[in-house]
């Protein structure tokens, strides 16, 4: 089966970039979605099809898939983008959804 | 407006039966799957399965099939998840969520159903 993976943690400065990572086989020809969970809420989708961003959702997040790897960044840290942070594509060749195991980001 | 409101929190008994549910509304319900996910305490999101209303067409991860089952009442915009036997290791929180298609996201969360399964 697909296997996306993610570092467990992401640590970064306030005002700085954060860049999430999310490895795959060859992931650059799936769509890659990334979904934001804050303690005690429901996932939030932040980044679709590789780096649209849903009404509502900052400009200083984005995305990038080619390759091995999807990138979710988030320029201009702040505080509030302290969650947990999930990539997540279509398997076609098992018809099964796969979400990676996900990503904490700490702000400092 | 698009909502998921799913049913509420609920503490069972190891061997016990459990059915929640997630009810849709804002869009047609039989245009739109539902997936299922579960997130245990302290661990990351993991697909359970998916249904598609308009025909009942049900897809399950090889990790829950055999041991849910996902349904829905397109005529009540509600899809459920239910168990025949509960394990203490089924306790976690469960989210309901809209998707359209294949290499569709999940646009659309319910608030989540926390079940607590215990002796």
């Known amino acids: 089966s697909y296997v996306l993976t993610q570092p467990p943690s992401v640590s970064v400065a306030p005002g700085k970039t954060a860049r999430i990572t999310c490895g795959g086989n060859n992931i650059g020809i799936k769509s890659v979605h990334w979904y934001q969970q804050k303690p005690g809420q429901a996932p939030v989708l932040v980044i679709y099809y590789d780096s649209d961003r849903p009404s509502g959702i900052p400009e200083r997040f984005s995305g990038s898939n080619s390759g091995n790897t999807a990138t979710l960044t988030i320029s201009r840290v702040e505080a509030g983008d302290e969650a947990d942070y999930y990539c997540q594509v279509w398997d076609s060749s098992s018809d099964h959804v796969v979400f990676g195991g996900g990503t904490k980001l700490t702000v400092l | 407006e698009v909502q998921l409101v799913q049913s509420g929190a609920e503490v069972k008994k190891p061997g016990e039966s459990l059915k929640i549910s997630c009810k849709a509304s804002?869009?047609?319900?039989?245009?739109?799957?539902i997936g299922w996910v579960r997130q245990m305490p302290g661990k990351g999101l993991e697909w359970m399965g998916i249904i598609y209303s308009g025909d009942s067409d049900t897809r399950y991860s090889p990790s829950f099939q055999g041991q849910v089952t996902i349904s829905a009442d397109k005529s009540i915009s509600t899809a459920y998840l239910q168990w025949s036997s509960l394990k203490a290791s089924d306790t976690a929180m469960y989210y309901c969520?809209?998707?359209?298609?294949?290499?569709?996201?999940?646009?659309?969360w319910g608030q989540g159903t926390l079940v607590t399964v215990s002796s």
């Open positions: 804002g869009y047609s319900f039989t245009t739109y799957w």
């Open positions: 969520a809209r998707y359209s298609s294949s290499v569709m996201p999940f646009d659309y």
